[in-house]
Structures are given as structure tokens and as C-alpha cells.
């Protein structure tokens, strides 16, 4: 099973990549200019992007790699002003391992400082093999043209720790009449 997954990722990151050339050679098309007395039509439902992302080997947090697939989709709510979006994700690793994360939140574009206002605000599901792991986050950040400042926050929502085992780790002591022999446990929190 863990097999047809990492086969059917990686048949969708080629597929991705050759065709995604191909779609870049167009360009946008293009509206003409509004003649005096139209009315400006607003495209509610923005611009809907899929989101295919493949991470290969190693990494910090995880092993051998996983495939992300993802939909953003905005809510324009004034032209050039409000902006607001939803971003569901799911993540497969190459282990067979499922996580996901969904994200909603609003930008805002302030045409006198030239600079973009957002936040948002995310939830994380984490199946890491062992045990599942859930956090809520919430990112603010302030852009511009030059300089950019972003943060996020975290709060983990399961409760404690989870023993993943004990061993010896091949070190001893001597202490009064007894022989200490080293254990050491592993636990993911």
C-alpha cells in the first residue's frame, strides 16, 4: 500500500512538472481599458491556485520525503483592498505516513502606505507513525515593497508526552555496594 502511494506522488509530481512549462508559455489575457459609464465587475471567488509540492530525503521533522497537495482560493471582498482566503492541505509522506493543515485569514492593502496588513489563522494535523500530534497557529505579517516582517505563534493541543521506548545504553556506574546500569528513554512530545 505504502508502495502506491509514493508511486501515484511521484507520477503526479512528472505529470506536474512537464505540463507546468507548457501553461507559463501563455500569457494572462488581457481586459481592455473600461469605457467611461461601465461598470466595474468584481470577480468574488479571486484567484484559485492547486498547490503540488514534493520535499525528497531527509529533513528536519521528517524522513525520506512527502508530497504535498493543497488548494488556495480567495474571497475578494473590495477590489484591490480586502482579500480574504482559505488554504486546505493534505500531506503524504514516503513512509505512508498522512498529515494535514487547513488555514483561513484576510489581507488588507493600504494604497497610502503602499504596504499589505494580513493574519490568519491555521490548524495542524500531524501523523508521524507513533502518535498524532495537533496545533493551532495564527500568523501576522506587514509587506512592502522593501522590507517585510512576519509572525507566528503555535499552541500545541495535545496533551503530554508519548513513551516511545526505553534501552540500554551501554554505561555503568558504581555506587556504594550495587553496579547502575545507563537506560535511556525516548518520548515525542
Not at 174 to 183: E, S, V, W
Request: hydrophobic share 35%.
Amino acid at each position: 500500500m505504502k508502495t502506491a502511494r509514493v508511486g501515484a506522488c511521484l507520477a503526479i509530481v512528472l505529470a506536474w512538472t512537464i505540463t507546468s512549462p507548457l501553461l507559463a508559455q501563455y500569457p494572462p489575457p488581457s481586459q481592455p481599458p473600461m469605457q467611461s459609464g461601465e461598470a466595474d465587475t468584481n470577480d468574488f471567488f479571486g484567484p484559485r491556485n492547486a498547490q503540488f509540492r514534493s520535499d525528497i530525503g531527509d529533513g528536519v521533522g521528517y524522513a525520506k520525503g512527502f508530497q504535498t497537495f493543497g488548494l488556495w482560493q480567495s474571497f475578494v471582498a473590495s477590489p484591490n483592498e480586502w482579500l480574504f482566503f482559505a488554504n486546505p492541505r493534505g500531506i503524504i509522506t514516503y513512509l505512508g505516513n498522512v498529515s494535514a493543515n487547513v488555514g483561513a485569514g484576510v489581507r488588507y492593502y493600504n494604497e497610502d502606505t503602499d504596504r499589505i496588513f494580513g493574519g490568519s489563522f491555521w490548524y495542524d494535523h500531524d501523523n508521524n507513525g507513533n502518535r498524532t500530534y495537533d496545533q493551532l497557529g495564527v500568523s501576522l505579517e506587514w509587506l512592502g515593497k522593501y522590507f517585510d516582517v512576519r509572525a507566528n505563534g503555535y499552541v500545541p493541543t495535545n496533551p503530554g508526552k508519548d513513551n516511545l521506548g526505553s534501552f540500554y545504553n551501554g554505561t555503568t556506574q558504581f555506587f556504594q555496594n550495587f553496579i547502575g546500569i545507563g537506560q535511556s528513554t525516548l518520548f515525542n512530545t
